[in-house]
């Protein structure tokens, strides 16, 4: 974000004419630095035969006039902020929308960095048979995302809440165990008034401070039992919670950023696309595979480890975990063995969401604990 409050919004939009016997135009929109509301958008009109023309033009109160007066085309936008909203407003108009990755985007940009190379780059992007796009969410589908991230929000700020609170007592002495849990005693020591150890001011410093976690902790109370509820109203976020490992919080945030499983051919390509596979760098018929990519969305990846973790806990020195778990630790540490463990978890996913059914394997291990 740049020092003067604006947003370097980065889509553009590719409209092919419909009618064969004339020739091919294309037209690429990007938005160039775009306020929140109003802003400017470059528009880059590209025809065989002819050179390209851009214009200039208001971005809030024109965009849906230009798609209204335009024949059924197809529209490509590079996936950004607002980029979904666009894509159903536009979609609503009788377009084909199809979003596309930035990364994807990048190697069709020849020379430099424009805005009307940048658009040229999506239109041909747009066009290519082999291209991923990125399905369009709902507006009830980025109202459940913006739930989670706010409760992540709200979990960051707790802990850094917790770690200036702990800094700051540690440096008069006063410490406590690890553990969230654990703070509510230094929270009881910053509200004594009687005890000696804190100087006036810190008390007041520190006050502020707890009054603060506290709050937080409310909301985010607050926010788990709402999505513990709507996980029990969902039934594919019910049939995912009998996984073991998978909780509410998985199962939602699965379900909102996820809008459509069947878009992957297999359990192994949603596995990949959450970063769970080995790196490939191989060549000259040689292979060469490294460790995970750590593609695609890091929460979700974060949740299907914790949750493989959870699981791996309860293995050891447990004589009815499954035995092909406890074969897997005995032979791969134990950090390897978890993410070995999220990629069947992320596989197992895809086959309830695509297939139907509910979890049908081995018994879960006594204790797992599930986000």
């Known amino acids: 974000m740049q020092a003067d409050g604006y947003a370097d919004r980065v889509a553009a939009l590719h409209m092919i004419e419909p009618r064969a016997e004339r020739p091919r135009a ?67 108009l009788g377009h084909e929308v199809r979003l596309i990755p930035p990364a994807y985007v990048k190697p069709f940009v020849k020379r430099g960095k424009t805005d009307a190379a940048d658009a040229e780059a999506i239109s041909e992007a747009v066009t290519r048979k082999t291209m991923r796009f990125v399905p369009i969410k709902s507006a009830e589908q980025q109202a459940a995302a913006m739930v989670l991230k706010t409760r992540g929000l709200l979990v960051r700020q707790q802990t850094q809440a917790i770690n200036a609170l702990r800094a700051h007592l540690s440096e ?14 230094l929270i009881d020591i910053v509200r004594d008034a009687s005890d000696a150890r804190l100087p006036k001011a810190a008390r007041f410093a520190l006050t502020a401070i707890a009054d ?3 709050a937080v902790i409310e909301q985010i109370d607050k926010f788990e039992r709402e999505i513990v509820a709507g996980a029990k109203r969902d039934e594919d976020m019910r049939r995912l919670a009998t996984i073991p490992g998978v909780g509410p919080i998985t199962a939602a945030s699965i379900k909102a950023l996820v809008p459509d499983p069947g878009g992957f051919k297999s359990g192994r ?12 760098h191989s060549s000259g018929g040689k292979e060469r595979l ?34 092909w778990l406890s074969a897997l630790l005995a032979r791969r540490p134990y950090k390897v063995a978890g993410v070995a463990l999220a990629n069947k978890m992320a596989r197992v996913i895809w086959a309830l969401l695509t297939k139907g059914g509910t979890y049908r394997g081995l018994e879960p291990v006594n204790g797992v604990a599930s986000a």
């Not at 059924?72 to 909203?85: D, F, I, K, P, Q």
């Not at 008069?172 to 005693?185: E, W, Y």
């Not at 390509?269 to 490939?280: E, I, K």
């Open 212 to 214: 603060q976690i506290k």
């Open 269 to 280: 390509h949603f596995a990949a696309w959450l970063g769970l596979t080995p790196r490939s």
């Open 172 to 185: 008069l002495g006063i410490i406590a165990a690890i553990g969230t849990a654990k703070v509510a005693g």
């Open 290 to 323: 490294g460790g995970i990519s750590k593609m695609g969305n890091p929460e979700l990846r974060s949740l299907l480890v914790l949750g493989a973790s959870s699981v791996l806990r309860r293995v050891r020195g447990n004589d009815k975990a499954p035995k």
């Open 26 to 92: 294309i037209n690429a929109i990007r938005f160039a630095k775009a306020r929140a509301a109003t802003g400017e958008a470059w528009i880059q009109g590209l025809q065989e035969r002819r050179p390209p023309n851009v214009v200039i033009i208001a971005l809030a109160n024109k965009m849906a006039r230009i798609f209204e007066k335009q024949p059924a085309c197809l529209v490509g936008l590079e996936a950004c902020g607002s980029s979904h909203y666009w894509a159903r407003e536009i979609a609503a």
